[in-house]
């Protein structure tokens, strides 16, 4: 399932191996409803699954745009818009800008970025090369990577937000050894969003912060839902709990994403995947039954057993 130079012809095939739920190929090409949820304290919606982008972004040297490019497609007719980015260097990101630039795309995805630098003017720098080579004079979403140099970048990002650069700002983290950080972070300065890493293997954000941000009203993004692919390797060769097809779940990748989805603190959850049949499969995870709490507990015992 994981061959790294799909091709159109691939991906149908690969579609058909997968036999998702009952869906035909024509079907997978076709716009569909994804469910969507409203960002807190707006009109606006988004669909529940969208997409990470730091490995088929920096793949794109080696590469080409293709395969992002149709990851990306396969995100939008399967009804999602929301892509996480990374700014790591400018030849990719300036490949990976006339990608969501072409004109199927433009207007249907939701680009979130991040600050990653130190000190005012770097911040400053990161967010124009960012405008630059997305072609983009507005981001939906600029967040601090890790909570990097939080409080100067913090003053960047709400200067930007008040002059209509980006519509919403944020931080991110994808570590409990974060957390503390974050929450003093969201008291006091109520982000529009935050990332955070949450998946069926690391459920630490249950505990408090996810509850928090849904105290708060705070819109809630989530990293890791596979910690990077370290899921798959710890499940090996086991097969997916028959069980699960009663939610409509038929792989590992979505049995994760189906315990995530249902917390009510969740906006969107981002799977990151240079393959569009994984995309597709991901795509799925938000469409039929979400398992209730019952089956979310038996789920929990399925993977603490691994
Ligand atoms: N501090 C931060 O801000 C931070 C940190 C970490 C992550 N993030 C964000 O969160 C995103 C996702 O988190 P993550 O990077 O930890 O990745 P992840 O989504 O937890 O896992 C990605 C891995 O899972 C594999 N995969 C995806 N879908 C699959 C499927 N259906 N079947 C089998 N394998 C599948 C991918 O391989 P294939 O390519 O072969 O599908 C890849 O190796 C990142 O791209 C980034 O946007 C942010």
């Given at each position: 399932m994981s061959g790294n130079n799909t091709t159109r012809r691939d991906f149908l095939a690969l579609m058909s191996a997968l036999g998702?739920?009952?869906?035909g190929q024509s079907e997978l090409f076709a716009q569909d409803q994804m469910p969507s949820r409203q960002i807190?304290?707006?009109n606006e919606w988004l669909p529940i699954i969208g997409l990470g982008s730091s490995k088929p972004v920096s793949q794109i040297a080696e590469r080409g745009t293709e395969h992002i490019a149709e990851v990306l497609r396969a995100l939008v007719a399967n009804g999602g818009s929301v892509v996480d980015t990374w700014p790591r260097n400018p030849a990719n990101d300036a490949s990976f800008g006339r990608v969501i630039s072409e004109p199927d795309l433009r207007e249907s995805l939701f680009v979130a970025s991040k600050i990653d630098k130190v000190g005012r003017d770097a911040g400053i720098q990161q967010f124009r090369e960012t405008q630059r080579l997305y072609q983009r004079e507005t981001l939906d979403l600029v967040q601090i990577f890790s909570l990097t140099d939080l409080d100067t970048q913090w003053r960047n990002l709400k200067d930007w937000k008040a002059s209509g650069k980006t519509r919403y700002i944020g931080a991110t983290v994808?570590?409990?050894?974060l957390y503390e950080q974050l929450e003093s972070f969201l008291r006091r300065d109520r982000p529009d969003f935050v990332q955070i890493n949450y998946s069926i293997t690391e459920?630490?954000?249950?505990?408090r912060m996810l509850p928090m941000c849904q105290d708060l009203g705070v819109a809630v993004i989530i990293n890791r839902p596979f910690m990077n692919g370290a899921y798959f390797r710890q499940l090996g060769q086991r097969p997916v709990p028959e069980w699960a097809a009663e939610f409509d779940c038929d792989s590992w990748a979505q049995f994760s994403l189906k315990y995530i989805l249902?917390?009510?603190?969740?906006?969107c959850v981002l799977t990151e995947t240079s393959n569009p049949a994984h995309m597709v499969e991901n795509a799925r995870a938000a469409f039929g039954r979400m398992p209730d709490d019952a089956e979310r507990n038996r789920m929990k015992a399925v993977i603490d057993k691994v």
């Open positions: 998702l739920t009952g869906v807190p304290g707006t994808a570590n409990a050894s459920r630490g954000a249950e505990e249902p917390h009510p603190a969740i906006t």
